[in-house]
């Protein structure tokens, strides 16, 4: 017999880890079905590196265009992953009042953060492993120390990721698509991409070289086709983007 005022299995929330875990794994789900979203961190960097590796449209400088491409597109994918991906479902599901459900659950604002995050890695390891295959089809020669590439991406991915639930969870979801496709489109130009920033006049290359965008292709391409070592200054630019958008996140961030 069960004494009374007892209950087996005991009520009560489950263990914060597993909570995340659930949580990162339904957001995978949902991010790898849905269509638009595919096409925007899968088809469209896909297709930028096929298009300007194979034509020449820009003048990358010396050296095959795919060297330079290459990490400007892995770059690109994690921002449009990451960033505008991100802010446009967030800012929906808010909207919907999925997240306001969420708000009443056990898992905390920092938890359904962290999920997302995680989420959003999972969906760059296919994006980089996919892109990744093409640009070698491409005869693209990468180089450098792998541990600094993989801090350029994981700092990209937490900055990015940051602004991202920034946007969502404080303007609304009309203003967040907007305003999230606009920063893709203006970055994809202006953030060294597929455009070096050495085009650029001197004080917009500055101010360009320090968003977070530029910091991450920059380093990327360092690393990749220059073999540069530990590429501290950008990765300094990311953390500091990280920082203050996670934190900026945590503190304004609305589940209504």
Do not use: C
């Not at 997302?116 to 180089?143: C, D, M, N, R, Y």
């Not at 917009?204 to 990749?224: C, H, N, W």
């Amino acid at each position: 017999m069960t004494a009374t005022g007892t209950f087996a299995p005991r009520p009560g929330a489950a263990p914060l880890s597993r909570m995340i875990r659930a949580q990162a794994a339904l957001e995978t789900r949902m991010l790898l079905r849905n269509g638009e979203q595919l096409l925007l961190t899968v088809v469209i960097p896909t297709l930028l590196l096929v298009l300007f590796s194979a034509v020449d449209i820009v003048d990358t400088g010396p050296g095959k265009a795919v060297d330079f491409l290459t990490p400007g597109v892995l770059a690109l994918a994690v921002m449009s992953t990451a960033f505008t991906g991100q802010a446009i479902a967030t800012g929906f599901e808010r909207r919907y009042g999925v997240l306001k459900r969420l708000g009443a659950s056990p898992l905390p604002r920092w938890g359904l953060m962290t999920a997302k995050t995680a989420s959003v890695l999972v969906t760059e390891v296919l994006q980089i492993t996919l892109l990744t295959v093409i640009a070698f089809a491409l005869g693209w020669s990468p180089h450098g120390n792998p541990l600094a590439v993989v801090l350029l991406l994981v700092l990209g991915t937490a900055a990015f990721s940051g602004l991202g639930l920034l946007m969502a969870g404080t303007l609304k979801a009309e203003a967040t698509l907007a305003a999230a496709n606009l920063v893709f489109l203006l970055l994809l130009v202006g953030g060294g991409v597929i455009v070096p920033l050495e085009k650029f006049p001197g004080a917009v290359r500055t101010a360009l070289e320090a968003l977070p965008i530029s910091a991450l292709s920059g380093g990327l391409r360092d690393v990749l086709r220059d073999g540069a070592g530990m590429p501290w200054a950008d990765l300094g630019i990311l953390t500091v983007w990280a920082v203050l958008g996670l934190g900026a996140a945590a503190r304004f961030f609305r589940w209504e």
